[in-house]
């Protein structure tokens, strides 16, 4: 018996997050993500490795989509509606909710602004999405009568779930992406203790260790207040879900806290239809926002206002939030067009942007000149800050995951290669795991527990449970106590309570296996016992 | 409450005062006494739990948590189940107790509120006045009698002044006060409304059950007990604070003085249920309550002690209600709480969950009559005709897909609402005091499209201390909704109606009556939900005082078991009154199709269900009948469980063949865990004493012949002195007298062998060939 998995994306890398994993028959795809770095056919997982005859609804059992991120839902579309996979997918409620957004924000980007040919309609996002089957937090799916799922807590983004997997006897779990820490408006991951084989975990940051994050929320503020009240324009080019939600939380909080009138704005359309959708979906948040539901929805920002087109130019201070994040173009780029030249304004940036965004290059030289394109070119004079926090665990983070459900095996993804090989590294030391970190289209294949079933007596039970008081102290009361323990180092008097019984294992021709009592054994086979 | 699609329909009359003649009851005279012996031995059978690790054979080492397990000392041989209470309709679920695999689960704690309706509602000041009075022309009659010295029972006429007049109390499951509540180890809760009576227990010293409890159902019935509360503060406030522990009347001069019907619903139709009575309980006690609670979502596995998983699934009854499966290594269960195929806006009944159990508790009394036998009896019942035909199992499916249900669902609103446009015309003002959330919900959607489709503008007042926050808790909770709800979440829309309408100000809410909000927007005539459907607490006993002689208002309630006490403090009633029966249950004609799609092997039914259904001719699953406060014993199918035996720990068995190599046996060494309610054999962990081989058991009886040529090859000599066959006493089957090469005797009994020498090496020696002709294991 084995598990076999085959990592299509995201294998040393961060991108396309897409594993295929096959448990006693059943091939699960967890994530089906799409890599924002190219446009090629790179961009998609291949697909052809999982069947050469693109007969996928017979290839694959189901799919199961760990979070709402382009890079583990991007493909998803493409695969359902283009291959023509017809088969189950589950994903959480959240995820089921916003994927859609995504996916159709993603759609016009690629089709509106690049003017690319368009890999798959909003029809084909809708029919999709169909297909898709909502899970709810630690609800056991039985996909099929031997396939058994269920989402843990991640707290990456709301919504976000590790998913565990068992066929048989046995038992894995795919993290996605998950976050061990809380944060303003998520909870830490949550999961129980199993007893798996297989934990194939995100590896984003393998090697570095964060200090606290409140203090990188602090100087985040502290920026943001210095600017507004100095009269400067604050742009926040995010994506609409997900940190402009949690820097929105951050923000109204600080507002309240140090009375500030300025106004903050969300860039029209999708931002503000996303916190709808984040309202109703209040329940997937952390402890401390949920709580407040009845009073004030917390998602219902009270000093946030539309932003218009017109006010661009307006004078006096204000917070924007600005779609697309890394500004990539649209109107984030619009605004930082206007607001840039300003050394009153600041622009905040997350701790990641894709090489080719305007948000790269600003990272990479903070003041300077900034090519739009061939014609234009900006003199950039306003502040930059950096988001230093990010809704990945860190390398301790994972390596306190991996320590809590003590699997058999650890496969590392979703990460950059030299820090996946020192972490593999680490995980096997320190616990005696066996990790890997395979690469794209890479296959591994470990052994998986299987358990021998047998019946057993009632009275053999019964006897494990007697009880069986033994006094280290006078350990020659009991023959079968273990003696062999340093002495010195034990209590003058322990008192152990071993059920001790005395099972044996009988297989007759024909018969299912049984365990028996030894006292049974002999009415079993008729024979008396003999000293 | 018999829920046949001919019955159901609206009993809608008008009320203009009653004779009280006309309902004189008699006291039912059937009492059936509980066996308390019958009681005791299930006490009897509770033991100490100690906290005890299990290893097998020759296992050692100390304590490894994970190996850890709770565990009673006796596994029974049979599932023990009580029903405690029937329950009455919606607001009072059955409530049962269950013994499975030695642990005692409790199922449902709910209060009988329809009790209240024994206590007077606030009084306006008039009526303060005149009941004093009349208790003091009553306490006279009472003198003079006693005066003539006879103690006659004169049977009292209900009257609004024979309510009690009173702070009330609380009615809980009498029979529940019976078990020690220290010896429960789960409790689980099926519905909002079986939370009700849980504060009562978990406030108990000593109570350390765990308490199972879906998350949407915990909000809810928080919510409900919240305002309970709250409702009765205004008791409180009224009568001051009590004089003592024990009000009058409970005493027993004074319930022999009361009218039989509030005699009945005091001390139940067995007159035994007085000590089920209880002040009510603090909103600190709730609060204790709610810290003590595991909640659950659908289809999570809860594990108990490693021997019992616990799931739920949707009921489909209200929002957050469930029917549960219980997994254990002696078999599964499947409790099926009130459960309905019409779920207006909860997650649909998910009956293909409970498929294929080794039992099935089948709890939903809503498809039996037998809930009105005391009130309207001739109303309600079935007669012999009306026992329908069962569906077969293939109807089913198409049943539950039926769109008539539905479609009878919206006629009725229609009717309701066309009646509250009517009366709206009219001038008059409509009073809901529906604590059913789905209905509420369904009204409100309806109301406020019908009142815009004919163009009124009336205010739609919800007053409540709970309305605000469950009108926000509705919005977050889709996984806990149907799928046209949940859709809604999908497309990015509210999930009900009421967000906007609250936002365009279409509908008010308010926590009390007197709250400022209404004050100044109050507008008359006007549509009014609020609270409690007993009339005997909350804003509707202000709006009914105000309405109640206006005959152009229109009073809208679900379905009051005694309408004629329940309005009975309001008389004369002028306004017009509409009962409306909401179905809720399984309903008659489904059960028997729904059973034989579950495929349980044996069910469990109320007593009540055998005369409505013929369930004998069933072939596939055994019934079992159960009635109130008694124990009924159901033996386990199996008497061996299973057992997972990890592949590691299986390869390293050594194993002997017996009885022409039919048999194979080994012996085990292991660690025995017990997870997920499964025993497994797990490989231990530490690597000493693996060598003790030395606790082998021999079995029969050595061959002489053999021993003898095994002796002889060992270069040992001797000769056979057979057992002497007349001494009866002696055990020895025969002895070998060994003179060369040294001296010895080897004597061979039937459960023993002596080996007697004056060298040990020698004895040793001829140990070993011993061993090595018997069967060992």
């Known amino acids: ?531 | 409450m018999v829920y046949l699609s001919k019955r159901r329909r609206f009993v809608f009359d008008s009320f203009c005062g009653f004779d009280c003649s006309d309902y004189v009851n008699c006291l039912i005279g059937r009492t059936r006494r509980v066996t308390f012996a019958d009681r005791f031995s299930i006490k009897c059978s509770l033991q100490t739990k100690v906290l005890l690790l299990l290893f097998l054979s020759l296992s050692s080492s100390t304590a490894t948590l994970s190996a850890a397990i709770y565990k009673r000392l006796l596994i029974s041989y049979s599932m023990k189940f009580t029903c405690l209470s029937k329950g009455r309709g919606f607001h009072f679920p059955p409530c049962h107790m269950l013994n499975f695999c030695g642990i005692r689960i409790l199922l449902d704690c709910p209060l009988d509120l329809s009790a209240l309706l024994a206590f007077s509602p606030i009084p306006t000041s008039l009526d303060c006045l005149s009941v004093v009075e009349s208790f003091n022309t009553e306490a006279n009659d009472f003198d003079s009698r006693v005066g003539f010295g006879k103690r006659q029972k004169i049977e009292k006429l209900l009257h609004a002044k024979s309510l009690l007049f009173g702070e009330p109390w609380y009615k809980t499951v009498n029979n529940l006060h019976l078990w020690n509540s220290s010896f429960i180890d789960v409790v689980l809760i099926s519905s909002p409304m079986g939370i009700m009576g849980l504060p009562f227990l978990t406030r108990i010293k000593g109570f350390s059950a765990k308490i199972y409890v879906t998350e949407a159902s915990a909000r809810l019935g928080q919510l409900m007990m919240e305002d309970l509360i709250s409702m009765h503060v205004e008791f409180r406030h009224f009568y001051g604070p009590e004089e003592s522990n024990f009000p009058s009347w409970l005493r027993q001069e004074e319930l022999e003085t009361l009218p039989s019907e509030l005699r009945e619903i005091i001390l139940g139709k067995d007159g035994l249920e007085l000590g089920g009575w209880m002040p009510l309980y603090s909103a600190a006690d709730v609060k204790d309550c709610m810290l003590k609670i595991h909640t659950l979502n659908y289809a999570e596995e809860a594990c108990y002690n490693g021997t019992l998983v616990i799931k739920a699934f949707s009921s489909g009854m209200e929002i957050g209600s469930c029917n549960w499966i219980l997994n254990s290594p002696k078999g599964d269960i499947a409790y099926v709480s009130g459960s309905s195929f019409i779920s207006a806006h909860a997650m649909p009944f998910d009956y293909c969950s409970l498929q294929g159990t080794c039992a099935l508790i089948y709890s939903d009394f809503f498809s039996l009559g037998d809930s009105h036998d005391s009130a309207d009896g001739d109303n309600y019942s079935v007669s012999a005709a009306d026992k329908l035909q069962p569906m077969s199992s293939q109807d089913l499916a198409g049943f539950i897909h039926n769109s008539d249900e539905n479609s009878e669902e919206k006629e009725k609103l229609d009717f309701i609402c066309s009646n509250t446009i009517n009366y709206i015309q009219k001038g008059g003002s409509v009073l809901i005091p529906i604590d059913r959330l789905g209905t509420v919900l369904l009204l409100l959607e309806e109301m406020t499209t019908s009142l815009e489709a004919s163009d009124l503008k009336v205010p739609v007042y919800i007053i409540s201390s709970m309305a605000e926050e469950l009108l926000a808790l509705l919005n977050i909770i889709p996984e806990w909704l149907c799928k046209q709800r949940q859709e809604k979440l999908f497309a990015g829309e509210q999930l009900f109606a009421h967000v906007n309408l609250l936002k365009e100000k279409k509908i008010h809410v308010v926590p009390a009556i007197h709250s400022h909000e209404l004050l100044i927007n109050w507008q008359e005539p006007c549509i009014v939900f609020c609270p409690h459907w007993s009339m005997r607490m909350g804003p509707v006993v202000h709006l009914l005082r105000q309405w109640c002689g206006n005959p152009n208002s229109l009073l809208i309630l679900e379905d009051v078991l005694n309408l004629e006490l329940a309005l009975l403090p309001f008389q004369p009633v002028a306004m017009k009154v509409l009962q409306c029966l909401f179905p809720s249950g399984i309903g008659l004609q489904t059960v028997q199709p729904l059973l034989k799609l579950l495929r349980p092997k044996t069910v469990l039914c109320p007593e009540e269900l055998r005369l409505q259904i013929n369930l004998s001719s069933e072939k596939s699953f055994s019934v079992l009948y159960y009635t109130e406060a008694e124990t009924l014993k159901v033996p386990y199918r199996k008497h061996s469980s299973e057992i997972k035996i990890a592949t590691d720990l299986a390869s390293h068995f050594y194993w002997k063949t017996f009885i022409k190599e039919e048999i194979n046996i080994t012996k085990l060494k292991g660690e025995l865990l017990m997870e997920n309610a499964r025993h497994h054999l797990l490989l231990e962990n530490d690597n000493e004493n693996s060598s003790c081989n030395k606790s082998l058991e021999h079995l029969g009886l050595p061959d002489s012949e053999k021993l003898m040529a095994a002796l002889s090859k060992m270069g040992i000599s001797g000769n056979i002195q057979h057992g002497m066959s007349d001494d009866a006493k002696s055990q020895t089957a025969f002895t070998i007298h060994i003179h060369d090469p040294y001296k010895a005797s080897i004597e061979i009994g039937t459960t023993g062998t002596i080996i007697t020498t004056a060298d040990e090496n020698v004895a040793s020696s001829i140990y070993k060939i011993i061993d090595n002709i018997l069967k060992a294991v």
């Open chain 1, 1 to 531: 018996m084995a598990i076999e998995t085959l990592v299509l994306g995201a294998g040393q890398e961060v991108g396309k997050s897409c594993v295929l994993v096959t448990i006693n028959g059943k091939r699960i795809m967890f994530d089906c993500g799409m890599h924002m770095g190219f446009l090629d056919h790179r961009r998609y997982p291949d697909f052809t490795l999982v069947d050469p005859n693109k007969d996928f609804n017979s290839a694959i059992t189901c799919i199961i989509i760990t979070h709402f991120h382009l890079d583990h839902v991007g493909a998803l579309a493409y695969f359902t509606e283009v291959c023509g996979y017809s088969g189950p997918i589950y994903m959480t409620y959240p995820t089921k909710a916003l994927a859609p957004l995504m996916l159709e924000d993603y759609r016009k980007v690629m089709v509106d602004r690049r003017g690319e040919e368009e890999l798959f309609s909003s029809n084909q996002i809708t029919e999709c999405m169909k297909k898709v089957t909502a899970v709810d937090l630690r609800q056991t799916v039985q996909v099929d009568e031997d396939l058994q799922i269920r989402a843990y807590y991640a707290g990456h983004v709301i919504g976000a779930a590790m998913f565990y997997a068992k066929v048989g006897d046995a038992e894995m779990v795919y993290t996605g992406d998950y976050n061990m820490t809380p944060d303003r408006h998520l909870g830490a991951a949550q999961i129980d203790r199993l007893r798996l084989d297989l934990l194939i975990t995100e590896s984003t940051y393998a090697t570095t260790i964060r200090d606290s994050r409140y203090a990188r929320e602090r100087e985040f503020l502290k920026a943001v207040h210095k600017c507004v009240s100095c009269g400067g324009k604050v742009l926040i080019p995010t994506f609409a879900l997900g940190r402009a939600q949690e820097l929105c939380i951050l923000l109204e909080d600080y507002w309240e806290r140090m009375n500030l009138k300025v106004p903050i704005y969300f860039s029209a359309g999708l931002t503000i239809q996303a916190n709808a959708y984040y309202k109703m979906l209040i329940s997937w948040t952390s402890q401390k926002i949920k709580d407040t539901y009845s009073k004030h929805n917390a998602f219902d920002f009270k000093n946030v206002q539309k932003f218009e087109r017109s006010m661009i130019d307006a004078p006096g201070p204000c917070v924007l939030f600005a779609t697309p994040g890394m500004i990539s173009g649209g109107f984030s780029l619009e605004v930082f067009k206007h607001w840039a030249v300003s050394e009153n304004n600041l622009v905040t940036l997350p701790g990641y942007c894709v090489a080719g965004t305007i948000g790269h290059k600003l990272m990479s030289d903070k003041r300077g000149k900034v090519d739009l394109d061939a014609n234009t070119r900006i003199d950039v004079r306003c502040q930059v800050h950096q988001l230093a926090f990010s809704p990945h665990t860190d390398s301790k983070g994972i390596m306190d995951l991996v320590n809590f459900l003590a699997p058999k095996h650890v496969i590392l993804v979703h990460g950059e290669k030299h820090k996946m090989a020192s972490l593999k590294e680490k995980i096997h030391s320190e616990f005696g795991i066996q990790c890997y970190d395979p690469a794209n289209n890479e296959t591994i294949c470990i052994p998986s527990t299987h358990y021998v079933n047998a019946e057993t007596s009632d009275t053999f039970i019964r006897s494990c449970l007697s009880p069986n008081f033994t006094f280290q102290k006078c350990s020659s009361v009991d023959i079968y106590n273990s003696t062999t323990l340093d002495k010195n180092l034990m209590p003058m008097l322990q008192v152990e309570d071993e059920r001790v019984s005395e099972g044996v294992l009988v297989v007759e021709k024909g018969k299912k296996a049984k365990i028996v009592h030894q006292d049974e054994l002999l009415l079993m086979l008729e024979e008396q016992k003999h000293h």
